[in-house]
T-cell receptor
Framework: AQSVTQLDSQVPVFEEAPVELRCNYS??????LFWYVQYPNQGLQLLLK??????LVKGINGFEAEFNKSQTSFHLRKPSVHISDTAEYFC?????????????FGTGTRLLVSP | DGGITQSPKYLFRKEGQNVTLSCEQN?????MYWYRQDPGQGLRLIYY???????QKGDIAEGYSVSREKKESFPLTVTSAQKNPTAFYLC??????????????FGPGTRLTVT
């Protein structure tokens, strides 16, 4: 079975400051990893994903994430946040190379950007 | 444009009434999912379907029912047996298990309020 931990339920940050949202996972098999963003009263939108290859992946809106297999982490970063980045962010995993069709989500991190 | 539609965006019902939430996709995906979202609890899987005429219970199926008569459609019925139905409901779909892009696609959600 897989599990995803997002330790920070809420991260306050000032506009133009850097931010890191942490994600750790547990799995006995290799996994694909995803970050989604959810704006208020909307569905989830894919920010970025790691499937294979380079461990640093770039996504939309200036976000990037780094896969660290030894630490089983997939932290999300942005060097300079905007007010419009205020949203909830979800990390998710899915086992590789199987018929398993479910994603396992973390509980989410609310990013609050203030002026 | 391909995507997932959920209707209505907001739904109000009296306690004791069944209500059906609509989910339609034109992505030609086999797998479809229903999640419930409550503040601070992330996404919880209600039901999922991997193919037409087949579906499985998720983590919180009690008080809910689904059908999958067509590939494009996966309606969710919230029955009067659901003790706390007020929540934000998200529908999602996913493509072939062993082929890219591997992520789930989400609809815009339906906010159900039961009084």
């Amino acid at each position: 079975a897989q599990s995803v931990t997002q330790l920070d339920s809420q991260v306050p940050v000032f506009e133009e400051a850097p931010v890191e949202l942490r994600c750790n996972y547990s799995s006995s098999v290799s996994v694909y990893l995803f970050w989604y963003v959810q704006y208020p009263n909307q569905g989830l939108q894919l920010l970025l994903k790691y499937l294979s290859g380079s461990t640093l992946v770039k996504g939309i809106n200036g976000f990037e994430a780094e896969f660290n297999k030894s630490q089983t982490s997939f932290h999300l970063r942005k060097p300079s946040v905007h007010i419009s980045d205020t949203a909830e962010y979800f990390c998710a995993v899915r086992p590789m190379n199987t018929g398993f069709q479910k994603l396992v989500f973390g509980t989410g991190t609310r990013l609050l950007v203030s002026p | 444009d391909g995507g997932i539609t959920q209707s209505p965006k907001y739904l109000f019902r009296k306690e004791g009434q069944n209500v059906t939430l609509s989910c339609e996709q034109n992505l030609n995906h086999d797998a479809m999912y229903w999640y419930r979202q409550d503040p601070g609890q992330g996404l919880r899987l209600i039901y999922y379907s991997q193919i037409v005429n087949d579906f499985q219970k998720g983590d919180i199926a009690e008080g809910y029912s689904v059908s999958r008569e067509k590939k494009e459609s996966f309606p969710l019925t919230v029955t009067s047996a659901q003790k706390n139905p007020t929540a934000f409901y998200l529908c999602a779909s996913m493509g072939p298990t062993r082929d890219p892009p591997y992520e789930q696609y989400f609809g815009p959600g339906t906010r159900l309020t039961v009084t």
